[in-house]
């Protein structure tokens, strides 16, 4: 190129910044993109279904299991969103799947969110890991391997595949999309399911109809958090919805549970192929059941469809109602806790022994079940006193996802709603590892107690836990900027409407 030639081309892009009243002209931003993308892990009959403290196996399939997996992208950066039909993730195959979709695709680590749906039928991803107990006593490993609800390590392996496989197929179906976002509200099929008793302390599912209950002795978060893309054609790719409600409904067989028909209830309105990646709340001491209803409880293929399909109606409402546009920035960021777990005091660990030792009908399958559970985390304090904890903040425009690992409970999510600097917050838990339960500290108080507390192999945080990842994720919230949610256009001046801009004519 000429001296002359390359001078008249700076002096063109120079004139193109500036309108003609001499402002600068803003930057054209790059398109927004999303790309959504499924894969199946549907279990094989005969494997194990966890969410128990003993061994139960698949007998029968109800609906599938699935990966789905949306990825946004400003132009600047991207992130991915995976939501895994299973009762819990765990991190070692959360950090091999993102080295791994790191590798292929280039998105980083800490920009990559998984969340398990807590499916209690679905396939064995836990409770107790491969070789996780290799290194205790033989009565230990027989109690763990043989007595417990294990991993199936091939089964793991493939999640993780089908996860890459997922994320990776979604990056690659990325198109220019037209995203919004906005919350909805249903609360009428979530429950607290601690109880405040007239004793003064709290039980867990105390049973309906029982005169000694008072109410309940904590909240529901009932905000359906919903994210959705279109492409050019007005065509929806795929939504995130973000509800906090155990997805124990069980309608029998391997299933996703009401995720199932929640997905159904949404591709009946919004298209069959449109992907819905569902990423569970704070809900530790939330389910399906109304402990305080007089009522006989519907079955399990009745109860799916009534949670799925009205939190999967409230998320079309939702998605119908919200302005699509650009949600910009990106960003993503976490933070590893060292928290220390609660320690057993030795003369009930000593008991413990004991009794597990035994057969369970010699001692009752309640109390056996958790000496047994005990002497489990006895021996894992042993190598790991205290729990790598993950927190990430994933942000896309003015939403956030604050992720933690545990199953906190549901005033944990109106806390980090409240506090967060985002106008939509979805809080999302079991993300991208296990640590069960996260009650509040009141729930250790004199007034508290109920099943969540109880110290288990795997619920065995300190007291302060949940404090401390709220305020960490929290904090990594507050280092981004939120962005602006998309607007309707504003209308021009008024034009009246010849046919009705008359004074009322009585003859």
Known sequence: MTKPVLMAVCLVTAALAWDLSGRPLKAVEPAMKAGFAEADITPELGMEVPGGYGKSYCRSIHDPCKVRAAVFDDGQMRVA???????????????????????????????????????????????????QYDHASDLVKRLAYEKSSCADAGYVDRVRDKIVEAVCAADQAKVEARCGAGVGQEDQVAYNRRLRMKSGVTWTHPGRNNPEV??????????????????????????????????????????????????????GTMGPDAVVVFLQGY??????????????????????????????????????????????PLDARSKLLQIARRTPDPERVKRCLELAAKEPKEVGHTEWAFAKEIVLLDA????????????????????????????????????????????????????????????????????????ETRLTSCSNLEIQAGQKMVDAVLELAGQMKPGELPQPARATEATPWTYGNVPPELH
């Open 380 to 451: 894992l304090r042993a190598v790991s006193p205290t729990a790598d904890i993950e927190v990430q903040a994933i942000q896309i425009g003015p939403v956030v996802l604050l992720a933690n690992p545990g199953e906190l409970f549901c005033q944990y999510s109106l806390n980090t709603r409240s506090r967060s600097p985002f106008p939509i917050t979805f809080p999302v838990g079991y993300a991208n590892d296990f640590t069960g339960y996260v009650p509040t500290v009141e729930a250790f108080g004199p007034h508290g107690g109920g099943y």
């Open 81 to 131: 969103l995976v939501g895994v039909d299973a009762g819990f993730v765990y991190r070692p195959m959360v950090l091999q799947a993102r080295e791994r979709i790191q590798q292929r695709c280039g998105i980083r680590p800490d920009a990559v969110l998984i969340g398990a749906s807590h499916s209690h039928s679905s396939g064995p991803l836990g409770i107790v890991q491969p070789g």
């Open 214 to 267: 008072l109410d309940y002795a904590g909240p529901t978060d009932p905000a359906v958090g919903v994210l959705g893309a279109w492409d050019s054609a007005g065509k929806l790719l795929g939504c995130v919805v973000n509800f906090a409600c155990h997805a124990t409904t069980s309608p029998g067989g391997i299933s996703a549970n009401y995720i199932y028909y929640l997905e159904r209830t949404i591709r």
């Open 283 to 328: 809900s530790g001491d939330v389910t399906q059941v109304d402990n305080l209803s007089p009522h006989v409880s519907p079955n399990g293929e009745r109860w799916a469809q009534i949670v799925g399909g009205r939190v999967g109606a409230e998320a079309v409402k939702t998605l119908l109602s919200m302005e699509p546009g650009r949600l910009a």
